[in-house]
């Protein structure tokens, strides 16, 4: 099992910054990646960055490439996302996720996710 403890968050201005943290806990070692999601009332999750384990490659949603940066410390087993020029378009519930590898003692038939943290963009 892997366990996700979530940082950050809160109330800011349209235009400006916030920065998330997640920690991962437990059978860190079936990490295969870290990423961040969001989600509003009733709607589907949407990606919004990720980062693979081991060779560091990043991914971004296309609502957020080029504002936000996803970045990890695989000793800490932490991911963060500094978020910049913030819409009021980006309010929502952030979700730490990640993804197991599929080997014999990791494989899970489930993705890990932790408990949310609310950003709050205002106009």
């Known amino acids: 099992q892997v366990h996700l403890a979530e940082f950050g968050g809160g109330q800011v201005q349209a235009g400006g910054s916030l920065r998330l943290s997640c920690a991962a806990s437990?059978?860190?070692?079936?990490?295969?990646?870290m990423a961040w999601y969001r989600q509003l009332p009733g709607e589907e999750r949407e990606l919004v960055a990720g980062i693979i384990h081991g060779s560091g490659r990043t991914y971004y949603g296309d609502s957020v490439e080029g504002r936000f940066t996803i970045s990890g410390d695989e000793i800490k087993n932490t991911v963060y996302l500094q978020m910049g020029s913030l819409r009021p378009e980006d309010t929502a519930t952030y979700y730490c996720n990640v993804r197991p590898t599929d080997t014999t003692h990791c494989y899970v038939p489930y993705d890990y996710w932790g408990q949310g943290t609310q950003v709050t963009v205002f106009p």
């Open positions: 437990g059978d860190t070692m079936c990490i295969s990646s």
